[in-house]
Every structure is written in structure tokens, then in C-alpha cells.
């Protein structure tokens, strides 16, 4: 089966400063990337995603790039705020072949005022 | 717009007691339905998924069961609670079989003392 690593686990950054997370998959069947948001007490929010024929998309200050032939997917922030801090999941699934993602582990995403 | 609940949001519960939370999706019909939990770690375990009315996947053999008496209701029951189940469970939806994207509730906090 699919085997998620997501790096790192904790993450503490200056407001203003970019942060990356970084993932790595093990099935090269997965196609479909997503990117979710936990902030404390909530549910996961999905924020951006990427599909296996696109190598970057950005959404503001947010972005997302794939290497595919090395398995490693990022998410990458800009310009960091406060309320950026959250627990960041990077997901891999096989679009539409398996209905269930495999998540990494979390990054706990700190942003200093 | 499609919008998903649960209930309740918070739960303490002894130890040997049963369990029922609850999930509902408005907004769509044959929605893929999963329920994960969330351990302090925040690691996500899926727990089951249903691709419809009474079809259920086990994903992790426990003292938890679930049932999907509805298209749009999915249910989380345990006869009897051991400590361990203490957690953060997530209700999560599909579209459809053809849709990538997968959204969260807002979740239940379980606590068993």
C-alpha cells in the first residue's frame, strides 16, 4: 500500500519568513495530492491541492510543487502570518482508483509574532 | 452547498459505556462517508469508509462499529468504551467515487474516563 512521509514534524518560523513541508510517497500510482489545514479544536480544511500532470500551483501565498519521478510533493508559504499557525497534512491517493487517501503524519506549523 | 455535521461535539463517557456519534452531509446524494480518529499525535486512523447505503469497510479491527442507515447519515457506535478510545473523531466525505477531493467535519472530542 501507499506509505506517506511528511517532514518536519514541528515547524517554528518568524511572521514574515516562508515555511516548506515536505512529503514523500512510495506508490507511483498516486495522482492526486491534497493539502489540509487543522487549526486547534477543528476538523482538517482542505487548502490547496495538485494533480500528478501539474508540476507547481500557487493560491496566494500558498503554494504546492511535485517532482514525480523523485515521489516528493512540498507545500511551500510565503510571507508567514499568525494566523498560518496550524497543524499542516499532506495526503497521497490514486485518483480514481482507491476512494481512501493515505495521510502523513502532520507538521505543527508555529508563527512567531 | 454542501455542508457536513456532527454531533455531538464534545462527549464524556465513562469506561463500559456505548457510543453513538453522528454524521450527516447535506447537500448531496451518494456521498463516499469515512470516519477517522484522531489520537493526541495528530495522526489521522481512518476507521471505516461506505460507499452507500449499508456497505461498510473496516480499516482497523476494534470495539467500534459503524452503520450508514442513510445516504447521507453515517454512525459511530462502541457497545462498550475502553480508555483507549479517547480521541478526536472526524467525520469526512466524497463527493462521488469520481471526486478527488475529500472534506471534514468539524469533529467530536471523546473523552472516557
Known amino acids: 500500500g501507499e506509505n506517506v512521509e511528511q517532514h518536519p514534524s514541528t515547524l517554528s518560523v518568524q511572521e514574515g519568513d516562508s515555511a516548506v513541508i515536505k512529503c514523500t510517497y512510495s506508490?507511483?500510482?498516486?495522482?492526486?495530492f491534497p493539502w489540509y489545514k487543522q487549526e486547534l479544536g477543528k476538523g482538517p480544511q482542505l487548502i490547496i491541492d495538485?494533480?500528478?500532470?501539474?508540476g507547481e500551483k500557487k493560491d496566494q501565498r500558498i503554494a504546492v510543487t511535485l517532482n514525480k519521478t523523485a515521489k516528493h510533493f512540498s507545500l511551500h508559504i510565503t510571507e508567514t502570518q499568525p494566523e498560518d499557525s496550524a497543524v499542516y497534512f499532506c495526503?497521497?491517493?490514486?485518483?480514481?482508483?482507491?476512494?481512501?487517501?493515505?495521510f502523513g503524519r502532520g507538521t505543527s506549523l508555529i508563527v512567531h509574532p | 452547498s454542501q455542508t457536513i455535521h456532527q454531533w455531538p461535539a464534545t462527549l464524556v463517557q465513562p469506561v463500559g459505556s456505548p457510543l453513538s456519534l453522528e454524521c450527516t452531509v447535506e447537500?448531496?446524494?451518494?456521498?463516499?462517508l469515512y470516519w477517522y480518529r484522531q489520537a493526541a499525535g495528530r495522526g489521522l486512523q481512518l476507521l471505516f469508509y461506505?460507499?452507500?447505503?449499508?456497505?461498510i469497510s473496516s480499516e482497523v479491527p476494534q470495539n467500534l462499529s459503524a452503520s450508514r442507515p442513510q445516504d447521507r447519515q453515517f454512525i459511530l457506535s462502541s457497545k462498550k468504551l475502553l480508555l483507549s478510545d479517547s480521541g478526536f473523531y472526524l467525520c469526512?466525505?466524497?463527493?462521488?467515487?469520481?471526486?478527488?477531493?475529500?472534506?471534514f467535519g468539524p469533529g467530536t472530542r471523546l473523552t472516557v474516563l
Open positions: 469526512a466525505w466524497r463527493p462521488n467515487r469520481l471526486a478527488r477531493e475529500q472534506f
Open positions: 506508490d507511483s500510482a498516486s495522482n492526486y
Open positions: 495538485i494533480r500528478s500532470n501539474v
Open positions: 495526503a497521497a491517493s490514486n485518483y480514481p482508483g482507491s476512494y481512501i487517501p493515505t
Open positions: 447537500g448531496t446524494s451518494n456521498p463516499n
Open positions: 461506505s460507499v452507500g447505503i449499508g456497505q
